[in-house]
Protein backbone atom coordinates (compact mmCIF):
# COMPACT_ATOMS: atom_id res chain seq x y z
CA UNK A 1 0.00 0.00 0.00
CA UNK A 2 1.25 3.41 -1.01
CA UNK A 3 2.08 6.05 1.35
CA UNK A 4 -0.74 9.29 0.82
CA UNK A 5 0.72 12.17 0.48
CA UNK A 6 -0.93 15.34 0.83
CA UNK A 7 -0.48 18.78 -1.14
CA UNK A 8 -1.97 22.18 0.06
CA UNK A 9 -3.85 23.96 -2.36
CA UNK A 10 -1.05 27.03 -2.55
CA UNK A 11 1.47 23.87 -3.49
CA UNK A 12 -1.04 22.69 -6.21
CA UNK A 13 -1.02 26.52 -7.33
CA UNK A 14 2.52 27.05 -7.65
CA UNK A 15 3.25 23.77 -9.51
CA UNK A 16 0.76 24.81 -12.10
CA UNK A 17 1.93 28.57 -12.10
CA UNK A 18 5.38 26.57 -13.40
CA UNK A 19 3.65 24.72 -15.41
CA UNK A 20 2.15 27.59 -17.54
CA UNK A 21 5.04 29.29 -17.58
CA UNK A 22 7.04 26.96 -19.92
CA UNK A 23 4.09 27.34 -21.78
CA UNK A 24 3.79 30.99 -22.01
CA UNK A 25 5.37 32.10 -25.28
CA UNK A 26 8.21 34.50 -24.52
CA UNK A 27 9.05 37.98 -26.46
CA UNK A 28 11.77 37.68 -28.93
CA UNK A 29 15.35 38.98 -27.90
CA UNK A 30 16.10 42.65 -28.95
CA UNK A 31 18.65 42.41 -31.90
CA UNK A 32 22.70 42.38 -30.84
CA UNK A 33 22.94 45.10 -33.26
CA UNK A 34 20.63 47.92 -34.80
CA UNK A 35 21.33 50.71 -36.61
CA UNK A 36 19.69 53.94 -36.77
CA UNK A 37 19.88 56.45 -40.22
CA UNK A 38 21.37 59.68 -39.18
CA UNK A 39 22.67 62.70 -41.68
CA UNK A 40 26.07 63.49 -42.32
CA UNK A 41 26.07 66.83 -40.91
CA UNK A 42 25.29 65.31 -37.55
CA UNK A 43 28.02 63.04 -37.30
CA UNK A 44 29.96 64.82 -34.24
CA UNK A 45 32.77 66.49 -36.18
CA UNK A 46 32.65 65.17 -39.40
CA UNK A 47 32.82 68.66 -41.17
CA UNK A 48 36.96 68.90 -39.13
CA UNK A 49 38.16 65.56 -40.62
CA UNK A 50 40.43 65.12 -43.48
CA UNK A 51 38.38 61.67 -45.10
CA UNK A 52 41.17 61.80 -47.62
CA UNK A 53 43.77 60.49 -44.42
CA UNK A 54 41.41 57.20 -44.42
CA UNK A 55 41.21 56.41 -48.44
CA UNK A 56 44.59 54.37 -48.28
CA UNK A 57 42.90 52.29 -46.32
CA UNK A 58 39.77 51.98 -47.92
CA UNK A 59 41.34 51.23 -50.88
CA UNK A 60 43.47 48.07 -49.25
CA UNK A 61 39.89 46.75 -48.81
CA UNK A 62 38.20 47.37 -52.10
CA UNK A 63 41.27 45.23 -53.49
CA UNK A 64 40.39 42.37 -51.18
CA UNK A 65 36.88 42.79 -52.13
CA UNK A 66 37.30 42.94 -55.67
CA UNK A 67 38.56 39.25 -55.87
CA UNK A 68 35.50 37.95 -54.38
CA UNK A 69 32.56 36.40 -56.09
CA UNK A 70 30.13 39.25 -57.11
CA UNK A 71 27.41 37.67 -55.00
CA UNK A 72 29.18 37.07 -51.89
CA UNK A 73 27.74 38.72 -48.76
CA UNK A 74 29.75 41.07 -47.01
CA UNK A 75 29.42 41.37 -42.91
CA UNK A 76 27.34 38.70 -41.15
CA UNK A 77 24.40 38.03 -42.53
CA UNK A 78 24.97 40.36 -45.42
CA UNK A 79 24.73 43.29 -43.24
CA UNK A 80 26.50 45.11 -45.80
CA UNK A 81 25.06 43.85 -49.00
CA UNK A 82 27.20 42.25 -51.51
CA UNK A 83 30.26 42.51 -53.27
CA UNK A 84 28.39 43.40 -55.74
CA UNK A 85 27.53 46.93 -54.30
CA UNK A 86 30.70 47.91 -53.37
CA UNK A 87 32.65 48.01 -56.64
CA UNK A 88 31.25 50.76 -58.14
CA UNK A 89 32.23 52.85 -55.16
CA UNK A 90 35.75 51.12 -55.12
CA UNK A 91 35.95 52.65 -58.72
CA UNK A 92 35.14 56.06 -58.00
CA UNK A 93 37.68 56.05 -54.95
CA UNK A 94 40.51 54.90 -56.71
CA UNK A 95 40.49 57.70 -58.90
CA UNK A 96 40.13 60.79 -55.98
CA UNK A 97 43.01 62.88 -55.87
CA UNK A 98 45.50 61.94 -53.10
CA UNK A 99 45.42 64.23 -50.08
CA UNK A 100 42.40 66.40 -51.79
CA UNK A 101 40.14 66.36 -48.55
CA UNK A 102 37.31 68.01 -50.17
CA UNK A 103 36.80 65.86 -52.73
CA UNK A 104 37.21 62.37 -50.54
CA UNK A 105 34.96 64.01 -48.16
CA UNK A 106 31.79 64.69 -50.85
CA UNK A 107 32.87 60.83 -52.31
CA UNK A 108 32.06 59.78 -48.67
CA UNK A 109 28.69 61.66 -48.65
CA UNK A 110 27.57 60.44 -52.07
CA UNK A 111 28.38 56.91 -52.14
CA UNK A 112 27.57 56.39 -48.53
CA UNK A 113 24.83 56.54 -45.72
CA UNK A 114 26.01 56.66 -42.24
CA UNK A 115 23.57 54.57 -38.91
CA UNK A 116 24.25 54.66 -36.13
CA UNK A 117 25.55 51.50 -34.21
CA UNK A 118 23.66 50.70 -30.71
CA UNK A 119 24.33 47.36 -28.82
CA UNK A 120 20.35 46.44 -27.91
CA UNK A 121 19.45 50.01 -28.55
CA UNK A 122 22.67 51.00 -26.16
CA UNK A 123 24.78 52.89 -28.34
CA UNK A 124 27.71 53.84 -25.85
CA UNK A 125 30.56 51.85 -25.81
CA UNK A 126 33.90 51.09 -24.79
CA UNK A 127 36.76 52.01 -27.53
CA UNK A 128 40.68 50.73 -26.53
CA UNK A 129 43.83 50.57 -28.63
CA UNK A 130 46.88 48.26 -29.84
CA UNK A 131 49.77 48.27 -31.46
CA UNK A 132 52.67 46.53 -33.29
CA UNK A 133 55.66 45.92 -30.98
CA UNK A 134 59.26 45.89 -31.77
CA UNK A 135 61.16 43.03 -30.08
CA UNK A 136 65.33 42.68 -30.41
CA UNK A 137 65.52 38.98 -31.49
CA UNK A 138 67.45 35.80 -33.18
CA UNK A 139 67.06 33.38 -35.39
CA UNK A 140 68.27 30.89 -33.71
CA UNK A 141 68.84 30.58 -29.75
CA UNK A 142 71.42 32.44 -27.70
CA UNK A 143 72.78 33.38 -24.65
CA UNK A 144 70.36 36.23 -24.82
CA UNK A 145 67.32 34.65 -26.44
CA UNK A 146 65.37 31.89 -25.32
CA UNK A 147 61.91 32.56 -25.45
CA UNK A 148 60.47 31.00 -28.70
CA UNK A 149 57.73 31.92 -31.11
CA UNK A 150 56.27 29.16 -32.77
CA UNK A 151 54.75 28.71 -36.05
CA UNK A 152 51.16 26.79 -36.58
CA UNK A 153 51.82 23.11 -35.17
CA UNK A 154 50.33 20.19 -38.07
CA UNK A 155 48.46 18.67 -35.14
CA UNK A 156 46.22 21.91 -34.36
CA UNK A 157 42.84 21.38 -35.82
CA UNK A 158 40.78 24.17 -35.90
CA UNK A 159 37.00 23.39 -36.72
CA UNK A 160 34.20 26.49 -37.85
CA UNK A 161 31.21 25.41 -36.35
CA UNK A 162 29.04 26.77 -38.61
CA UNK A 163 29.81 23.51 -40.78
CA UNK A 164 27.75 21.65 -38.76
CA UNK A 165 24.92 24.63 -37.59
CA UNK A 166 24.12 27.36 -38.98
CA UNK A 167 22.84 28.82 -36.12
CA UNK A 168 26.35 28.58 -34.85
CA UNK A 169 28.35 30.60 -37.69
CA UNK A 170 31.41 32.90 -36.99
CA UNK A 171 32.04 30.21 -34.03
CA UNK A 172 34.88 27.96 -34.21
CA UNK A 173 36.53 25.56 -31.32
CA UNK A 174 40.24 24.60 -32.00
CA UNK A 175 42.42 21.19 -30.21
CA UNK A 176 44.42 18.25 -31.44
CA UNK A 177 42.81 14.42 -31.66
CA UNK A 178 43.87 12.07 -29.17
CA UNK A 179 42.22 8.57 -29.68
CA UNK A 180 39.85 10.37 -31.93
CA UNK A 181 38.83 12.33 -30.27
CA UNK A 182 38.97 16.14 -30.45
CA UNK A 183 40.91 17.32 -26.97
CA UNK A 184 41.94 20.77 -26.14
CA UNK A 185 44.74 22.02 -27.17
CA UNK A 186 48.29 22.69 -24.83
CA UNK A 187 47.56 26.30 -23.04
CA UNK A 188 49.69 29.18 -22.76
CA UNK A 189 51.45 28.21 -19.59
CA UNK A 190 51.76 24.05 -21.03
CA UNK A 191 53.29 25.86 -24.26
CA UNK A 192 55.69 28.04 -22.41
CA UNK A 193 56.92 25.40 -20.21
CA UNK A 194 57.73 23.06 -23.36
CA UNK A 195 54.84 21.35 -24.86
CA UNK A 196 56.00 22.22 -28.13
CA UNK A 197 59.81 21.87 -27.74
CA UNK A 198 61.77 19.94 -29.87
CA UNK A 199 59.56 19.88 -32.72
CA UNK A 200 60.75 22.63 -35.13
CA UNK A 201 58.09 25.21 -34.71
CA UNK A 202 60.35 27.82 -33.94
CA UNK A 203 59.81 30.95 -36.01
CA UNK A 204 62.33 33.22 -33.95
CA UNK A 205 63.80 34.01 -30.50
CA UNK A 206 63.43 36.97 -28.44
CA UNK A 207 65.05 37.72 -25.25
CA UNK A 208 62.00 38.80 -22.69
CA UNK A 209 58.89 36.39 -21.73
CA UNK A 210 57.08 39.48 -20.85
CA UNK A 211 57.48 41.50 -24.13
CA UNK A 212 56.81 38.03 -25.87
CA UNK A 213 53.52 37.83 -23.50
CA UNK A 214 52.37 41.18 -24.94
CA UNK A 215 53.36 40.28 -28.41
CA UNK A 216 50.85 37.56 -28.12
CA UNK A 217 47.96 40.08 -26.89
CA UNK A 218 49.03 42.18 -29.93
CA UNK A 219 49.09 39.33 -32.37
CA UNK A 220 51.64 40.82 -34.41
CA UNK A 221 54.95 42.53 -34.65
CA UNK A 222 58.79 42.72 -35.48
CA UNK A 223 61.91 41.11 -34.60
CA UNK A 224 64.85 43.48 -34.97
CA UNK A 225 68.03 41.16 -35.48
CA UNK A 226 71.96 41.80 -34.63
CA UNK A 227 72.80 42.65 -38.19
CA UNK A 228 70.22 45.07 -38.91
CA UNK A 229 67.40 42.83 -40.61
CA UNK A 230 63.81 42.18 -39.00
CA UNK A 231 61.00 39.92 -39.55
CA UNK A 232 57.49 40.90 -39.23
CA UNK A 233 55.74 38.04 -37.78
CA UNK A 234 51.87 37.85 -38.28
CA UNK A 235 48.95 35.54 -36.65
CA UNK A 236 48.41 32.46 -38.10
CA UNK A 237 46.32 30.55 -35.91
CA UNK A 238 45.48 30.47 -32.19
CA UNK A 239 45.28 27.72 -29.55
CA UNK A 240 41.33 27.93 -29.26
CA UNK A 241 41.80 28.28 -25.64
CA UNK A 242 40.12 31.04 -23.44
CA UNK A 243 41.55 35.05 -23.40
CA UNK A 244 41.40 36.66 -20.14
CA UNK A 245 42.89 39.98 -19.60
CA UNK A 246 45.18 39.75 -16.91
CA UNK A 247 44.68 43.37 -15.93
CA UNK A 248 41.46 42.60 -14.70
CA UNK A 249 43.41 39.69 -12.72
CA UNK A 250 45.25 41.75 -11.12
CA UNK A 251 42.60 44.63 -10.68
CA UNK A 252 40.62 42.20 -8.84
CA UNK A 253 43.65 40.80 -6.50
CA UNK A 254 44.06 44.61 -5.64
CA UNK A 255 47.74 44.85 -7.39
CA UNK A 256 46.21 47.80 -9.35
CA UNK A 257 43.60 50.41 -8.62
CA UNK A 258 40.46 50.89 -10.58
CA UNK A 259 41.46 53.60 -13.24
CA UNK A 260 45.22 52.55 -13.52
CA UNK A 261 45.15 49.97 -15.58
CA UNK A 262 46.90 50.33 -19.06
CA UNK A 263 49.51 48.34 -20.59
CA UNK A 264 52.47 50.18 -19.16
CA UNK A 265 51.17 49.62 -15.63
CA UNK A 266 50.71 45.81 -16.06
CA UNK A 267 54.19 45.34 -17.58
CA UNK A 268 55.64 47.03 -14.42
CA UNK A 269 54.08 45.61 -12.34
CA UNK A 270 55.04 41.90 -13.93
CA UNK A 271 58.95 43.40 -13.93
CA UNK A 272 58.42 44.42 -10.98
CA UNK A 273 57.18 40.92 -9.46
CA UNK A 274 59.30 38.29 -11.09
CA UNK A 275 58.60 35.52 -8.70
CA UNK A 276 54.59 36.15 -9.42
CA UNK A 277 55.24 36.89 -13.01
CA UNK A 278 54.65 34.14 -14.88
CA UNK A 279 51.64 32.13 -12.72
CA UNK A 280 49.60 36.09 -13.43
CA UNK A 281 50.49 35.66 -16.95
CA UNK A 282 49.78 32.32 -17.07
CA UNK A 283 45.87 33.24 -15.77
CA UNK A 284 45.76 33.54 -19.88
CA UNK A 285 45.68 30.31 -20.93
CA UNK A 286 45.19 31.59 -25.11
CA UNK A 287 47.99 31.58 -27.19
CA UNK A 288 48.96 32.34 -30.91
CA UNK A 289 51.00 30.98 -33.64
CA UNK A 290 52.99 33.37 -35.97
CA UNK A 291 53.94 33.53 -39.74
CA UNK A 292 56.60 35.59 -41.58
CA UNK A 293 54.75 38.31 -42.85
CA UNK A 294 56.14 39.19 -46.38
CA UNK A 295 55.71 42.64 -47.01
CA UNK A 296 53.74 45.79 -45.64
CA UNK A 297 52.41 45.19 -42.34
CA UNK A 298 50.84 44.21 -40.13
CA UNK A 299 47.96 42.32 -41.57
CA UNK A 300 44.71 42.40 -39.97
CA UNK A 301 41.66 39.73 -40.19
CA UNK A 302 40.49 40.76 -43.77
CA UNK A 303 44.13 40.09 -44.69
CA UNK A 304 44.80 43.70 -45.52
CA UNK A 305 47.79 45.46 -44.46
CA UNK A 306 46.48 47.87 -41.46
CA UNK A 307 46.98 51.51 -41.52
CA UNK A 308 47.80 53.66 -38.43
CA UNK A 309 44.97 55.65 -36.86
CA UNK A 310 42.40 54.99 -39.25
CA UNK A 311 42.12 50.99 -38.97
CA UNK A 312 39.89 49.51 -36.66
CA UNK A 313 39.65 46.05 -35.14
CA UNK A 314 35.74 45.08 -34.42
CA UNK A 315 33.68 42.12 -33.69
CA UNK A 316 33.49 40.59 -36.69
CA UNK A 317 30.33 38.40 -35.59
CA UNK A 318 28.47 42.03 -35.49
CA UNK A 319 30.45 43.96 -37.53
CA UNK A 320 31.28 44.06 -41.15
CA UNK A 321 35.22 44.45 -42.82
CA UNK A 322 36.00 46.70 -44.93
CA UNK A 323 33.30 49.06 -44.50
CA UNK A 324 33.99 52.81 -43.18
CA UNK A 325 33.06 53.56 -39.78
CA UNK A 326 33.02 57.28 -38.18
CA UNK A 327 34.57 57.17 -34.86
CA UNK A 328 33.19 59.55 -32.25
CA UNK A 329 35.48 59.18 -28.67
CA UNK A 330 38.21 61.01 -27.04
CA UNK A 331 41.96 60.62 -26.68
CA UNK A 332 43.07 58.60 -24.11
CA UNK A 333 44.38 60.04 -20.79
CA UNK A 334 48.05 61.16 -19.95
CA UNK A 335 49.06 62.23 -23.48
CA UNK A 336 49.20 65.65 -24.72
CA UNK A 337 45.75 65.26 -26.74
CA UNK A 338 43.81 64.12 -23.37
CA UNK A 339 40.30 63.89 -23.49
CA UNK A 340 39.89 66.01 -26.26
CA UNK A 341 37.85 64.57 -29.10
CA UNK A 342 39.30 61.73 -31.21
CA UNK A 343 36.50 61.66 -33.96
CA UNK A 344 37.81 60.36 -37.78
CA UNK A 345 36.96 58.15 -40.21
CA UNK A 346 38.36 54.95 -39.85
CA UNK A 347 37.78 51.40 -42.06
CA UNK A 348 36.75 47.98 -40.03
CA UNK A 349 39.80 45.52 -41.28
CA UNK A 350 40.55 43.59 -38.11
CA UNK A 351 39.54 41.32 -34.75
CA UNK A 352 40.43 40.67 -31.59
CA UNK A 353 39.73 37.85 -28.52
CA UNK A 354 38.62 40.88 -26.42
CA UNK A 355 36.80 42.32 -28.65
CA UNK A 356 33.40 41.30 -28.47
CA UNK A 357 29.94 43.78 -29.19
CA UNK A 358 28.17 45.94 -30.92
CA UNK A 359 30.47 49.03 -29.71
CA UNK A 360 33.72 47.73 -29.53
CA UNK A 361 36.69 49.16 -31.19
CA UNK A 362 39.91 48.87 -31.29
CA UNK A 363 42.02 51.28 -33.14
CA UNK A 364 45.60 50.76 -34.36
CA UNK A 365 47.93 53.28 -33.44
CA UNK A 366 51.27 51.87 -35.39
CA UNK A 367 54.41 50.80 -34.65
CA UNK A 368 56.58 51.34 -31.95
CA UNK A 369 57.01 52.87 -28.63
CA UNK A 370 55.05 55.86 -29.50
CA UNK A 371 52.23 53.71 -30.58
CA UNK A 372 52.61 51.76 -27.82
CA UNK A 373 52.20 55.25 -25.31
CA UNK A 374 48.77 55.72 -27.32
CA UNK A 375 47.44 52.45 -27.57
CA UNK A 376 48.40 51.16 -23.70
CA UNK A 377 46.55 53.98 -22.43
CA UNK A 378 43.30 54.09 -24.66
CA UNK A 379 40.15 52.76 -22.71
CA UNK A 380 37.67 55.48 -23.36
CA UNK A 381 34.07 55.34 -23.96
CA UNK A 382 32.60 56.49 -26.88
CA UNK A 383 30.33 56.01 -30.02
CA UNK A 384 30.37 54.82 -33.83
CA UNK A 385 28.89 54.95 -36.86
CA UNK A 386 28.65 52.55 -40.19
CA UNK A 387 28.52 54.22 -43.70
CA UNK A 388 26.60 51.68 -45.96
CA UNK A 389 26.39 52.05 -49.91
CA UNK A 390 23.47 53.66 -50.56
CA UNK A 391 21.74 50.78 -52.26
CA UNK A 392 22.22 48.42 -49.41
CA UNK A 393 18.66 47.48 -47.60
CA UNK A 394 19.25 47.91 -43.45
CA UNK A 395 18.86 45.38 -41.45
CA UNK A 396 19.81 44.69 -37.86
CA UNK A 397 21.87 41.69 -36.48
CA UNK A 398 20.02 39.10 -34.37
CA UNK A 399 21.26 37.25 -31.71
CA UNK A 400 20.81 33.02 -32.72
Known amino acids: MYPTIAISRQVLLGLVMILLAGCVERPPKPPLLTLKPIEFSKLPGWSADDQSQALPALLRSCARLEKQPTDKPVGPSGLAGKVADWLVLCQSAKSLPAGDAAAARRFFEGAFRPYRVADRNQPDGLFTGYYEPELEGARTPDGNHGVPLYRRPDDLVTVDLGDFRADLKGDSIAGRVIDG ?11 DEGALKGKGLELAWVADPIDAFFLHIQGSGRIHFADGSFMRVGYAAKNGQPFVAIGKTLLDQGELQKGQVTTQSIKAWLRAHPDRAASIMYVNRSYIFYREIQGDGPVGAQGVALTPGRSLAVDTKLMPLGAPVWLD ?46 AGRMKQPGRYYLLLPRDVAVKSVAEN
Open 181 to 191: QLKPYYSYQEI
Open 329 to 374: TTWPADTPEADRPLQRLVVAQDTGGAIKGAVRGDIFFGTGEQALDY
